[in-house]
T-cell receptor
């Protein structure tokens, strides 16, 4: 079965430091890629998405992600983290063989921001 | 665009009872998805509708679960004879089908089965 891996269960970053959250997906026909963020007890908010074209995509709240087909990765980055970024981050993928419909999610990475 | 809404936000029930959740999608969206999220996990797909037609169901959706979208607008998810293992966050998402489809999520309904 196709899968999405987020290798870091939780990450702690100092406020103002840079951030990179990793996401890898199993091989499949051209995927569409998403990052969502979830605050405690809340639903998922879309941060950014990649369909095609420029492999570096910009999202909301100063986040960006880079698609690397050779590494089957779609890592999320932010140059300077704010305390309000503390939340859980989910990478999600749809593949052509699902009709680009059903999302497959990673298990998430919990981001903690220290003062 | 008022976003996806879900009701109730929280539900506590006793084992064996039936529960029903409602999802109202973004008004112009023709697709509606249900996902389940347990503690420490990412959301897992349950089922989805295009207009009123239920197009796909996950093997996670046991016979005790049923979903409807009778008029192609709001949807309900019913769980019969709830079990403690049904305790989870139930998330609804909606989208507009077609090229570069993007799903937008509601706030979820958190279910606790005692």
């Amino acid at each position: 079965a196709q899968s999405v891996t987020q290798p870091d269960i939780h990450i702690t970053v100092s406020e103002g430091a840079s951030l990179e959250l990793r996401c890898n997906y199993s091989y499949g026909a051209t995927p569409y890629l998403f990052w969502y963020v979830q605050s405690p007890g809340q639903g998922l908010q879309l941060l950014l998405k990649y369909f095609s074209g420029d492999t570096l995509v910009q999202g909301i709240k100063g986040f960006e992600a880079e698609f690397k087909r050779s590494q089957s990765s779609f890592n999320l980055r932010k140059p300077s983290v704010h305390w309000s970024d503390a939340a859980e981050y989910f990478c999600a993928v749809v593949w052509a063989n699902s009709g680009y419909s059903t999302l497959t999610f990673g298990k998430g990475t919990m981001l903690l921001v220290s003062p | 665009d008022t976003g996806v809404s879900q009701n109730p936000r929280h539900k506590i029930t006793k084992r064996g009872q039936n529960v029903t959740f409602r999802c109202d999608p973004i008004s112009e969206h023709n697709r509606l998805y249900w996902y389940r999220q347990t503690l420490g996990q990412g959301p897992e797909f349950l089922t989805y509708f295009q207009n009123e037609a239920q197009l796909e169901k996950s093997r996670l959706l046991s016979d005790r679960f049923s979903a409807e979208r009778p008029k192609g607008s709001f949807s309900t998810l019913e769980i019969q004879r709830t079990e403690q293992g049904d305790s989870a966050m139930y998330l609804c998402a909606s989208s507009l089908s077609g090229h570069q489809e993007t799903q937008y999520f509601g706030p979820g309904t958190r279910l606790l089965v005692l």
